[in-house]
């Protein structure tokens, strides 16, 4: 009889920032953007479990072994006047793919929406992505047309924050 992986999910700790930071620099490799990837471990204990978690962490592993993660935080929604909840990474090794850890990750995420009082569920996804965009519309997802991500980040956000700044 094939072996039936034990599949746990579990909200991270502090201990499991080494695991966290290991697995955003795997996302970033297959992202194709390792370079980007400026998090640490002290950074990630500040920013995830110091005074002020800015996001959580949901940790999953088959048979004791870290196999993947979801982190998320809340945003809101003007338009529902409610929380929602913003998945900004979702990421299983390789090794455990096609066993249901990350359909796991989402549904335990969109559980924890429900109770939590969110009224959407939502993240990004690289449009080149296709197994990644297969398994998001299998869950029941669907695209945003008509709308495009806008950042500002580094010297562009340092510029601004100094033109709002001369604006007081």
Known sequence: MPHTPDIVLRHAQAADVPA???LIRALAEYERLGHEVEADEDALTATLFG???AAEVVMAEVDGATAGFALFFHNY???LARPGLYLEDLFV???YRGLGVGARLMKHLA???LERGCGRFEWS???WNAPAIGFYRRLGAVGMDGWTT???AGEALRR???EAAQDR
């Open 111 to 113: 559980r924890l929406a």
């Open 20 to 22: 966290i930071l290991g």
């Open 51 to 53: 005074e002020r978690p």
């Open 93 to 95: 090794q390789p090794a």
């Open 160 to 162: 601004l924050a100094g």
């Open 125 to 127: 996804v690289l449009d």
């Open 77 to 79: 929604s003007t338009f």
């Open 150 to 152: 806008q950042r500002v």
